[in-house]
């Protein structure tokens, strides 16, 4: 890499950056940072291989057990993610196989699911304190909130408790395709007791809901979008399934260099410790 000088270059430089992860470059995921924070997104993956073929989704349910592992970036600031845990749960005969860095230095672990979730936006109960992009105020159920418009795919991981209220919804409408789901954050943060609902919001045919970047059906989008076994193992990080290591390569030599805090939403202090 060439070193380039001067200070405004690098203001620049930093923002050009920016610009291009806001593109999506990284993998994103759902996150809800702030107590009241809620996202309102369609889900775009079934949560079973033959609801999946009725309704022509390319990707399902994904589901592992994860370690909550935490990195120190290239700047210096620590963050968390989530690293797919090394041992496997054998059904057949009925223990684990394998064997896992993290659980020999008993880092906890949790069952977590993944599905890709269309997001329309995020709303907030505060202005974004970046003020040259400021949220949109909106009124919602005379709750005056601010309105961060997305309009893009994001991952949406959550662990136990979370998975009831989904699968209740499942057992319900027996697919995730076909209304609007709104989740919402109540904790504030450092809060150790941060818990998160799901109501349902508009009822419609999924093929009719379109993009409103590119005007294209959200479906025939969905179908370029990056396997979540492949996320979830830890083998992609950006959206055009660029693989940024391989097995052979330890986790901790990724480059980190990355805006760690956008990517993956979660603050040292930001702990989503769930009630279970
Ligand atoms: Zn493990």
């Known amino acids: 890499m060439t070193v380039k000088t001067g200070s405004d270059r690098l203001k620049t430089y930093q923002e050009a950056k920016d610009a291009t992860f806001r593109k999506g470059k990284f993998i994103p995921y759902v996150s809800l940072i702030e107590d009241g924070d809620r996202a309102l997104f369609r889900i775009v993956s079934e949560h079973d291989d033959a609801q999946a073929e009725i309704n022509n989704a390319d990707s399902v349910l994904t589901f592992g057990d994860f370690h909550r592992k935490q990195f120190l970036s290239a700047r210096g600031k620590t963050f968390f993610k989530e690293v797919l845990c090394g041992y496997d749960f054998n059904e057949d005969i009925g223990s684990y196989e394998g064997e896992c860095d993290q659980c020999d230095q008993d880092v906890a672990k949790r069952t977590k699911f993944m599905l890709w979730v269309y997001v329309y936006a995020y709303y907030h109960r505060t202005q974004n304190t970046d003020l ?6 909106v009124q919602v159920n005379k709750e005056k909130c601010y309105k961060e418009h997305i309009n893009a795919f994001q991952v949406w991981q959550d662990g136990y ?92 030599e990724v480059d980190l260099s990355f805006p760690e805090e956008d990517v993956f939403g979660k603050e040292l202090d930001d702990i989503d410790d769930l009630p279970f």
């Open 132 to 137: 040259t992009n400021p949220y949109e105020p």
């Open 161 to 252: 408790y979370m998975e009831q209220l989904l699968r209740a919804k499942i057992d319900e409408h027996d697919t995730l395709l076909d209304r609007d789901y709104l989740v919402r954050r109540h904790g504030v943060r450092k809060s150790n007791k941060v818990t998160r609902s799901l109501t349902e919001a508009a009822t419609n045919d999924i093929t009719n809901v379109i993009d409103e970047v590119s005007g294209t059906p959200i479906m025939e989008l969905a179908l370029s979008l990056p396997s979540l076994v492949d996320i979830a193992e830890g083998n992609i990080e950006t959206m055009d399934g660029h693989i940024t290591r391989d097995e052979a390569t330890p986790y901790e």
